[in-house]
């Protein structure tokens, strides 16, 4: 994953490949594309209760969220009319607890 920011806005670009990702449809259709190629287009926003109803208002349709993640971070994923995918999220606690949530729930907890 690589994190571009510069002044306010800040891009996200993660793989889809090699990470465990749950098999659901979301995760297939992304990885299938062909929009974007299996990109998703992520960017940090003040208020993703109102992006989200702003993105549902122009004809977006929304795959998941607005939700709150265990790694720290609220967001919410959705298609664009023109079929591209987009992450808007929002950094909500910068503790470590989150990453090893993450981690446990995808490898099992260390013993």
Same mark, same amino acid.
């Given at each position: 994953? /690589? ?23 979301? #995760? ?15 960017? #940090? ?29 609220? %967001?919410?994923?959705? #298609? $664009?009319? %023109?079929?591209? /995918? ?10 470590? $607890? ?5 981690? $446990? ?7």
């Amino acid at each position: 994953m /690589a994190i571009l920011r510069r002044g306010p806005v800040q891009l996200l670009v993660d793989a889809l490949v090699g990470i465990p990702f749950p098999d659901s449809v979301r #995760e297939r259709r992304t990885k299938a594309g062909p929009r974007g190629l299996g990109v998703v287009i992520g960017l #940090e926003v003040e208020d993703i209760d109102e992006a989200a109803l702003r993105c549902r208002a122009a004809g977006c349709v929304i795959s998941a969220g607005p939700l709150d993640a265990p790694w720290g971070e609220r %967001y919410v994923e959705f #298609e $664009d009319p %023109y079929g591209y /995918a987009w992450k808007f999220f929002r950094l909500t606690d910068s503790s470590d $607890d989150g990453l090893r949530a993450v981690h $446990d729930a995808w490898f099992g907890q260390a013993d």
